[in-house]
């Protein structure tokens, strides 16, 4: 089994338009990243202010079939996935990519096989949450890009390395005291 942790960004105030999807393994070493191409038009003054600037573009731009495509790839050469978030509606949209998108039947077939990794929630409520702003706190570089969500699923993974006790509590875990 792999675990991977996942951010996703999106427009709206309800959580429906996909801006960024990221997922990273537990080793760091398999990531995938992908931006929606194009963005969303309608998209709350936070995200035109805060996210669309810190978006990379270039070869990360996807169009829906694309990314679909691309995340069934990824997914289905992961063994045995298990996908965590800290957030709900990123594993909602997530399963929306997955499934591709609002794509017809034909076009969603076209992207290759439907990989079903085992998808769950993780609190971030006490030592998680304090353990992500700890990680920011210490990254001035990843508190300069937070709300990217590679940057913010990378955050994810180190936090529950050290709660999990994968690794030893880093420097920058000041707040957490973990026995």
């Not at 076009?107 to 006490?126: D, F, N, S, Y």
């Amino acid at each position: 089994m792999t675990y991977l942790f996942l951010d996703t960004e999106w427009a709206d105030p309800i959580g429906s338009e996909l801006v960024s999807l990221a997922l990273i393994s537990e080793d760091g070493i398999h990531r995938f990243y992908a931006e929606r191409d194009p963005l969303p038009e309608e998209a709350t003054d936070f995200v035109r202010s805060v996210v669309y600037p810190l978006l990379d573009r270039g070869k990360w731009r996807m169009c829906d079939q694309a990314m679909t495509t691309g995340l069934r790839a990824f997914l289905g050469a992961i063994p045995a996935p298990i996908v965590l978030a800290d957030y709900p509606n990123d594993l909602a949209l997530l399963k929306y990519v997955i499934a591709g998108f609002d794509m017809s039947d034909e076009l969603a077939a076209a992207c290759g096989p439907i990989p079903q990794p085992v998808m769950t929630r993780m609190l971030k409520e006490g030592a998680m949450g304090m353990l992500v702003e700890d990680y920011f706190a210490g990254h001035s570089e990843a508190a300069a890009r937070r709300h990217h969500a590679l940057v913010d699923a990378e955050a994810l993974r180190m936090a529950w390395l050290v709660v999990t006790g994968r690794i030893e509590v880093p420097a920058w875990a000041r707040t957490v005291h973990l026995q």
